[in-house]
T-cell receptor, first 113, second 112 residues
Framework: GESVGLHLPTLSVQEGDNSIINCAYSNSASDYFIWYKQESGKGPQFIIDIRSNMDKRQGQRVTVLLNKTVKHLSLQIAATQPGDSAVYFCAETVTGANSKLTFGKGITLSVRP | KAGVTQTPRYLIKTRGQQVTLSCSPISGHRSVSWYQQTPGQGLQFLFEYFSETQRNKGNFPGRFSGRQFSNSRSEMNVSTLELGDSALYLC???????????FGPGTRLTVL
């Protein structure tokens, strides 16, 4: 499959540990944020989203935290599994009919067995 | 429900040629966006089409163009290819008014 992880920072975690992936976003007007996961040879896959009127949202094994004061977003993955190995992107947008997603550079998560 | 499909999956072209990529959105989705993904620049927005009209455009030269058909299928065209156009081109669809975009697997374009 294609490699999309070249030149990206890498986070290496032990299987079973919790992972925290951080992202700094750029536009203070952004009010909707999404985390995507991209595996080799595939397009980005939606993980979890959060709107700016919230500071925390939980999904299955994942939690997203939003700090609007410092324009920071984080994705926490509980009990990281080998299948979580992928490139993770945060994306931001200002909601509206003409909104477009602006993606962060991405981080490669590598899970050690 | 079938996902977003893109054709072809892989393409090799030479400098100066042109290329057309195709995207079929999820049934019922009327908005289609295109992104370019490279190791150096990451994911960059190209343009978005809704109801056959381009309603948003990224910062790419005019060599990059697109269109959308009445069935919401979309094509993007790159003319006078340059080596730097080598990338993974991703298409995403969404129901208008929502921001969750569903991505296809991409077309890997290599320019020699």
């Amino acid at each position: 499959g294609e490699s999309v992880g070249l030149h990206l920072p890498t986070l290496s975690v032990q299987e079973g540990d919790n992972s925290i992936i951080n992202c700094a976003y750029s536009n203070s007007a952004s009010d909707y944020f999404i985390w995507y996961k991209q595996e080799s040879g595939k397009g980005p896959q939606f993980i979890i989203d959060i709107r700016s009127n919230m500071d925390k949202r939980q999904g299955q094994r994942v939690t997203v935290l939003l700090n609007k004061t410092v324009k920071h977003l984080s994705l926490q993955i509980a009990a990281t599994q080998p299948g979580d190995s992928a490139v993770y992107f945060c994306a931001e947008t200002v909601t509206g009919a003409n909104s477009k997603l602006t993606f962060g550079k991405g981080i490669t998560l590598s899970v050690r067995p | 429900k079938a996902g977003v499909t893109q054709t072809p999956r892989y393409l090799i072209k030479t400098r100066g040629q042109q290329v057309t990529l195709s995207c079929s959105p999820i049934s019922g989705h009327r908005s289609v966006s295109w992104y370019q993904q490279t190791p150096g620049q990451g994911l960059q927005f190209l343009f978005e089409y809704f109801s056959e009209t381009q309603r948003n455009k990224g910062n790419f030269p005019g060599r990059f163009s697109g269109r959308q058909f009445s069935n919401s299928r979309s094509e993007m065209n790159v003319s006078t290819l340059e080596l730097g156009d080598s990338a993974l081109y991703l298409c995403a669809s969404t129901i208008s008014g929502y921001n969750e975009q569903f991505f296809g697997p991409g077309t890997r374009l290599t320019v020699l």
